[in-house]
C-alpha cells in the first residue's frame, strides 16, 4: 500500500509567503482580488512581486481590451520590500461595459532596461500570452437550474405506450416493432443515415414515468427536439407550431408540463434555430406541405430565411448537409417568427410550460440573436433558463472568425460543460488528477460565477458515444457493423461500470446541474449515434447502478453545499481527486480514488467524527486526524 499523503482539509486563508516561486498568480488572493471574472466597473486589485535582485524600480498593468479595441497602461506603485522580493500593488477599474481583457504586466530600471510578465514567465521577446479577464454585467440567472439535477430525455426512445402508425406523417417513416431493435445504422446509397427509424416514444411515455424520474432526483427535464420533423432526432424542424404527430399534441405538452412542476420539476426544450429541414413547412423541397416553400417559389413567405446561390437546388446548409437548409437569421420575418412576435415560437412554448431553452449550435448563432432570445425569455416568463451548446470554453471562444459573447450578461445564463466531460474522462482513464484540477479552474476563472454554477454539466449526450461503453472498452473497433454488435465483456463491464460510479459521483458533487443522459443511469452501451440512442431498458436496468445514480440525486437535492457551496481543493496528484463544497456551516467532502491500487490519505479533521454519506458508514478521527482509506477505483462522500 502507497505512504499516506498528508492533506491539509480544511486550509485557510494565508499570505503568500515572499519565497513562493510565482512573481504574480492570478487565482491567488495575494495577487489579485476578487477572484476570477468582474462586474462591469470593479475595482480589481493586482499585487506583483518580483525579487529584489531583479532591481526593478517600476511596473505596469498594461490591459487590451478586446471589444472596445483600446489598451491602457497602469502603473502600480512599489511598496517597498517584502523579504527577498519588492510588492508592487494597484487597483485597475474594470470598464462600464463588458469585454473581454488581456493583460500583462510590464517591468523597468532606472535605466530604462526591463522586460515583460506574462503566463509563461519573463521575457523580453515583444510577444506576450496574456492572462483573461472576463468583464461582464451581473444580472439575475434561475437558480433552480444549477441547483438541481438534470435529466436529458431522446424523446422517441424514451417510452412507448403504443406503436404508432406512421402513414401521412412528414420524411418516409417506418417503426421498429420490437423496442428492444438496435436503431437503424446502415447508410443509403448515398452514403448518409437518414434517421428514419423510429421506435415511437411518446410525451405521454414520458408524463407516465415522472415518479421515476423524480425518485432519480431529477428536477430539471432536458428534452431534445420535440416539433414536427422528417427525422427521428428532430433537429431538421418540419414545423415550430407543432408537436411531433407521433410524440403527441400541444395538450399532451402542456400535460407533461404539469405534471412535472406539480412534481416540483422543470422542462427544458431544444431549440434549433440555425437551420430548419428541407422537409418542412418552410422551406418544403420535396412538396409535401400544400403551402408554397421556398423551394417552390421565390415568393414564398419564407424565401428570405434562406441563402440561395441558385435558386432552387444550391443553398447555404449546416455544415454542407442539403437536408438541412441553413436560415437567414437576420431575416425581419424570421427573427419575428422565433422571437419578436407577440406569439414567437419563444414566447409560444413557454408559456404552454416550458421553462427554459436549449440552444443547438449556439455559436453558429449570431450574438445579436441570442440577446434578442434572453430577452424575449426574461419578458415572457422571467425566471426561464437559457443554455447554450458550446464545445470549449464559452468565454473566449471564437466562431466563424468573431470573439463570442455568451457569458457576458445579456445572452446566455450557462452552457453545455463539454469542457468538464472531456477533462473527467481523460482523469478516469489513468490521467493526472490535477490535470482535471487545472481545466475546472480555467472555467473558474474564466466565467462569471452565475455562469460556472448554471453549467450543464454531463458525461454524455445524443452526441456522444455512451459514457460506459468509453469507461470500458479496451479497444474501438474500427468497423461500423462491428461497433454496432459491440458489447462489452463481462470484465469490461464491470470496469467501466467501477469508472461510471466515480464519474457519476463528481459529477453530482461538482458546481454547476448535473446532467443525466436517459439510460446511462441504467447502465446503456453504444458508440456514436445512434447506437448511441438506443431505447430505455425498462425491467432490465442495472439495479445496482441505477441505485447509485439515485442515491447521488437524492443527495444533490438534500444538501446545499452540493447545490450552491464552494469549491475547494484538497488534493489532487495522480489517481487521487479529492475537493470541498461548504455553504454557511455545511461541508462536505468528495474523495475519489481512480485507480486499481488502494490508496490511504491522511486528512486534518475537526473534533466530530465524518460520515460517509455513500455507505452511511462513521469514520475514526484521532487527535484531530483521519485516516481515509480509498479502496481499487472507490470514492466516498464524508460529512
Not at 431534445?224 to 395538450?251: Q, V, W
Not at 406541405?289 to 441563402?307: I, K, N
Not at 487521487?576 to 455545511?586: G, K, M, P, T
Request: with cysteine; hydrophobic share 35%.
Amino acid at each position: 500500500m502507497p505512504s499516506p499523503a498528508k492533506i491539509n482539509c480544511f486550509p485557510k486563508e494565508r499570505p503568500v509567503p515572499m519565497s513562493e516561486p510565482f512573481v504574480f498568480d492570478p487565482r491567488c488572493d495575494a495577487c489579485k482580488t476578487p477572484f476570477g471574472a468582474a462586474v462591469c466597473g470593479t475595482a480589481v486589485t493586482f499585487h506583483c512581486r518580483p525579487l529584489a535582485s531583479e532591481a526593478f524600480t517600476h511596473c505596469a498593468l498594461v490591459v487590451f481590451c478586446e471589444f472596445a479595441g483600446v489598451s491602457q497602461e497602469v502603473e502600480l506603485p512599489l511598496e517597498g520590500p517584502a523579504g527577498e522580493r519588492v510588492c508592487f500593488s494597484g487597483v485597475f477599474t474594470t470598464p462600464a461595459q463588458p469585454d473581454l481583457l488581456w493583460y500583462h504586466f510590464r517591468f523597468w530600471r532606472e535605466d530604462g532596461s526591463g522586460c515583460v510578465l506574462d503566463k509563461t514567465g519573463y521575457r523580453s521577446d515583444g510577444q506576450t500570452d496574456s492572462w483573461q479577464l472576463t468583464v461582464y454585467r451581473e444580472n439575475s440567472t434561475p437558480a433552480w437550474f444549477g441547483a438541481g439535477v438534470t435529466y436529458q430525455i431522446f424523446p422517441d426512445r424514451f417510452c412507448r405506450l403504443t406503436v404508432p402508425d406512421p402513414d401521412g406523417l412528414v420524411g418516409n417513416r417506418w417503426v421498429h416493432q420490437d423496442w428492444d431493435d438496435t436503431p437503424a445504422w446502415r447508410p443509403d446509397p448515398d452514403g448518409e443515415i437518414r434517421n428514419r427509424d423510429f421506435f415511437g416514444g411518446s410525451l405521454a411515455g414520458i408524463t407516465s414515468k415522472l415518479d421515476d424520474l423524480r425518485a432519480l432526483g431529477v428536477t430539471t427535464l432536458y428534452l431534445c427536439p420535440i416539433f414536427e420533423s422528417a427525422s427521428n432526432h428532430r433537429y431538421n424542424t418540419a414545423d415550430y407550431t407543432k408537436i411531433d404527430p407521433m410524440l403527441g399534441t400541444e395538450a399532451d405538452f402542456r400535460t407533461l408540463c404539469q405534471e412535472a412542476h406539480r412534481r416540483g420539476m422543470r422542462v427544458i426544450l431544444d431549440g434549433v434555430f440555425n437551420h430548419t429541414g428541407s422537409q418542412s413547412v418552410y422551406f418544403n423541397a420535396d412538396g409535401y406541405y400544400p403551402t408554397l416553400g421556398a423551394a417552390q417559389s421565390q415568393d414564398s413567405p419564407w424565401y428570405s430565411w434562406y441563402r440561395f446561390h441558385h435558386w432552387p437546388d444550391s443553398y447555404d446548409s449546416w455544415w454542407g448537409i442539403h437536408t438541412l437548409p441553413a436560415v437567414e437569421e437576420s431575416a425581419p420575418s424570421y427573427v419575428d417568427f422565433i422571437i419578436d412576435g407577440r406569439d414567437s415560437i419563444i414566447r409560444r412554448w413557454l408559456r404552454a410550460g416550458a421553462d427554459g431553452w436549449r440552444l443547438d449550435v449556439a455559436d453558429e448563432l449570431p450574438d445579436w440573436f441570442l440577446e434578442k432570445i434572453r430577452s424575449a425569455m426574461e419578458e415572457t416568463k422571467p425566471d426561464s433558463i437559457l443554455i447554450g451548446e458550446v464545445w470549449e470554453d464559452g468565454s473566449n471562444k471564437i466562431a466563424y472568425s468573431q470573439r463570442r459573447r455568451y457569458l457576458l450578461g445579456s445572452e446566455t445564463h450557462g452552457l453545455m460543460n463539454y469542457p468538464f466531460r472531456t477533462a473527467l474522462l481523460a482523469y478516469l482513464r489513468g490521467g493526472d488528477a490535477d490535470d482535471f484540477r487545472e481545466a475546472m479552474e480555467t472555467l473558474r476563472e474564466n466565467y462569471p460565477k452565475a455562469a460556472f454554477y448554471s453549467a450543464m454539466n454531463f458525461l454524455g449526450t445524443h452526441d456522444t458515444p455512451r459514457i460506459l461503453t468509453l469507461l470500458g472498452a479496451r479497444e474501438i473497433p474500427g468497423d461500423k457493423a462491428e461497433r454496432a454488435a459491440y458489447r462489452l465483456l463481462p470484465w469490461e463491464r464491470a470496469e467501466g461500470i467501477a469508472r461510471l460510479r466515480l464519474a457519476a459521483l463528481v459529477l453530482f458533487t461538482f458546481p454547476g446541474s448535473p446532467m443525466v443522459y436517459y439510460g446511462d443511469e441504467a447502465g446503456m452501451e453504444g458508440f456514436e449515434d445512434p447506437l448511441n440512442r438506443g431505447t430505455y431498458p425498462w425491467g432490465q436496468e442495472d439495479t445496482e447502478l441505477l441505485a447509485w445514480f439515485s442515491r447521488l440525486g437524492t443527495l444533490r437535492n438534500a444538501y446545499p453545499a452540493l447545490q450552491s457551496g464552494t469549491l475547494s481543493w484538497l488534493y489532487t496528484a495522480g489517481p487521487l481527486l479529492i475537493f470541498a463544497r461548504e455553504a454557511d456551516s455545511e461541508r462536505l467532502v468528495t474523495a475519489v480514488n481512480a485507480s486499481g491500487d488502494p490508496h490511504t490519505v491522511t486528512l486534518s479533521w475537526g473534533p466530530s467524527s465524518p460520515q460517509d454519506l455513500l455507505s452511511g458508514e462513521s469514520l475514526a478521527v484521532s487527535d484531530g486526524v483521519l485516516r481515509l482509506e480509498l479502496p481499487p477505483w472507490g470514492g466516498r462522500l464524508l460529512r
